[in-house]
């Protein structure tokens, strides 16, 4: 990032106690505006918690007593400087909290922060707090650079600022970076926007910016820098749309006297690739209860992982379908499954209808440990909105005799992206499969940044016979492998106790 990022320190501070601080948004400097989250402020809601269920801008008088804002800065000549803020008003985003409402569903126990106790009330994370601070009014200055959500497009770089554990020692952590990727989006004109950039609790009301030519551009803010899905964390942050922001208040700063210059129509630049895009080779597949991800590989195969289908049910196949496209329902039939004892979680799906117009992936033959990668899969938001994008890099590759039978990544990886396609940013190849992530069973944890694929090389000459044979037994080598291959899948050494992972 070449200019410094326009983002800051937020204190907050009660005559009473409930003292906070998180992230912000230096958003204008004629006259000098600052943006962060409203959660830090849950202490001083005269009407308590139920305050963030109102549809309407909370003014200063809703809190009790107000308590006493300043900013942190980073000085020109170095170090740091702090300066007195005040409320104008808190305002919650309509675009967001409805996207929240139909993208994180209450059946799938979503809640915000790094633990249970210091979690974020889910009402509050479409509330946000401007506040004007007239130390920082320059006559000369403007509206930082914006870009809108609008634009945004899933595996689209991003990189997130704020401060870790907000202001508590900003000689060190102010303005944080982060890289990512555009994970989801959700909601009118990309109102929530899901980044598998790493954030900590604090950098709420940091931004979020896609890099343009002329310098990076602020596009969205952060709502809530821990997600968990159920007991699983998820391993993104939650961002809220900066266009979504501004029309929800537009009457709030209209009475202020302040006008909002329209975000200009820029479309940001997704770097090009190879042409391959992952999401026309990914699909949703639902089996009775379970859900998960696969790989077209042909227009009527796909490849997903053996405990994805193994209900038996009927199974239905639902391409991801492009911005334009309604997605179509396909039925399935599993031809081939290995057995519960291989070491290789692998399913063949036969669709009774061709997917139209598909492309079908170039497989890759090579692996580069340390070469960035992509995991596309139905994890996270799910069947909600579409594939989540992840990136990270290729860790570790696991051969046995010299032939790879295990690739490792730092994607982040989620329940429901089983099946899911690993491809290689550099070519656009496809890797191989999400088979799944790692959970520690001592201690109760998930990590979703260590997460285990099956190699495409594995699967492709037994795909490649079955295409000119349609006989599913050209599959039938994943049921007999030899023992340090089910040594190296069930995470453990021979001899040896059992793994705990």
Known sequence: MAAAPPCCAVRVRGAGGGDGGCSGLVLSRRPALVLCHAAVFAPFLRAGPIAWARPAALPPAALRPCPRLSVV??????????????LLALVPCAAFRRALERGLGRAERWRFGASEEAGTDPRALPWFAWLRVPGLDAPEGGWAARASAGCLRKGQALLACGSPFGDLCPELFLNTLSRGVVSNLAGEENALVLTDARCLPGTEGGAAFVPSPDGPRVVAVIAAS???????????????SLAAILRSSAGVLGEAGIAVPPVPAWVAAVPASSGQDPLGWTALVECGATWGSGVLLAPRMLLTCRHVVEARAPLYVTPAAGPDQDAAVLRGRVVFATEESSPFDVAVVELEESVPGFVPPCLASTFLPGEEV??????????????????????????????PVMLQTTCAVHGGSSGGPLVSSRSGCLMGIVASNTRDTGAGATYPHLNFCIPITILQPLVACYSRTGDPAAFAELNRVGEEVRATWQLQQRPGPPSKL
């Not at 968990?228 to 809220?240: H, N, P, S």
């Open 73 to 86: 800065l980073g000085a020109a000549a170095g170090g740091l400087r702090e300066l007195e803020a005040r």
């Open 226 to 240: 821990f997600c968990w899905k159920g007991a699983e964390w998820v391993g993104l942050t939650l961002l809220c």
């Open 374 to 403: 992509t995991v596309v899969g139905f994890g996270a938001l799910g069947q909600a909105c579409g594939p989540s994008v992840t990136a990270g890099v290729l860790s570790a590759v696991v051969a046995v005799a010299g032939r």
